[in-house]
């Protein structure tokens, strides 16, 4: 069964709007959770990391204000896109991480696409 | 700068045949690597891995061959069927167990009936 929930799998907001993903860990606690974006044709590319408790490390060029991180426990992190706008649009997909967790590499929700208008 | 290379971003086989995707990486650094398939709006679905103390790892249909002075590594897939027509992203990562990972820019796999 699945051990990743990621909700909504397709979300359509005005611009200027914000936007929440949820990921779940079903199964695990997962000490790491990973953000990624996917434009169309192109890598996933990693957003942020967060663990649990801590704040959230975002990789160089994403914005923090604008892609809010919380992982407030070992079994849901969220990521709000604010005030989003049209270039916003994106596959957005996260990634769960436990150290020696079996089959840890195969630990990704279902994606979010999202399409600001 | 693009650690982990996929040059080729499409490719056709037929069914039944070979089909060997490619991938290439700069890091020395990098000690485990992955290959992912992934269909559109869907999240990536791992396939298989290779440790660096290896040079190939076999699942089913499924081989992954690991070239470490070359930086170079394939994924064959024998017999190609018409269900592993997706995207195939190999990713990387350098500390031994997954947690960081470096992804290429993927190759659309067709596969013809």
């Known amino acids: 069964g699945a051990v990743v929930s990621q909700h909504p799998s397709r979300v359509i907001c005005k611009s200027g709007t914000s936007v929440k993903i949820e990921c779940r860990s079903l199964?695990?606690?997962?000490?790491?959770m990973f953000w990624y974006r996917q434009f169309p044709k192109q890598s996933l590319m990693l957003m942020a990391t967060?663990?649990?408790?801590?704040?959230?490390?975002?990789e160089q060029g994403v914005e923090k204000d604008k892609f809010l991180i919380n992982h407030a426990s070992l079994t849901l992190s969220t990521l709000t896109v604010t005030s989003a706008h049209p270039e916003d649009s994106s596959f957005y997909i996260c990634r769960l991480f436990s150290p020696g967790q079996k089959n840890t590499e195969a630990f990704f929700g279902q994606g979010t696409r999202l399409t600001v208008v | 700068d693009q650690q982990v290379k996929q040059n080729s971003p499409s490719l056709s086989v037929q069914e039944g045949r070979i089909s060997i995707l490619n991938c290439d990486y700069t890091n020395s650094m990098f000690d485990y690597f992955l290959w992912y398939k992934k269909y559109p709006a869907e999240g990536p679905t791992f396939l298989i891995s290779?440790?660096?103390?290896?040079d190939k790892n076999e699942d089913g249909r499924f081989t992954v061959f690991l070239n470490k002075s070359a930086k170079h590594l394939s994924l064959h897939i024998v017999p190609s069927q018409p269900g592993d027509s997706a995207v195939y992203f190999c990713?990387?990562?350098?500390?031994?167990?997954?947690?960081?990972?470096?992804f290429g820019s993927g190759t659309q796999l067709t596969v013809l009936p």
């Open positions: 967060s663990n649990e408790g801590s704040k959230a490390t975002y």
């Open positions: 290779i440790s660096s103390i290896k």
């Open positions: 990713a990387a990562s350098a500390d031994g167990s997954a947690r960081q990972l470096t």
């Open positions: 199964d695990f606690q997962a000490t790491t």
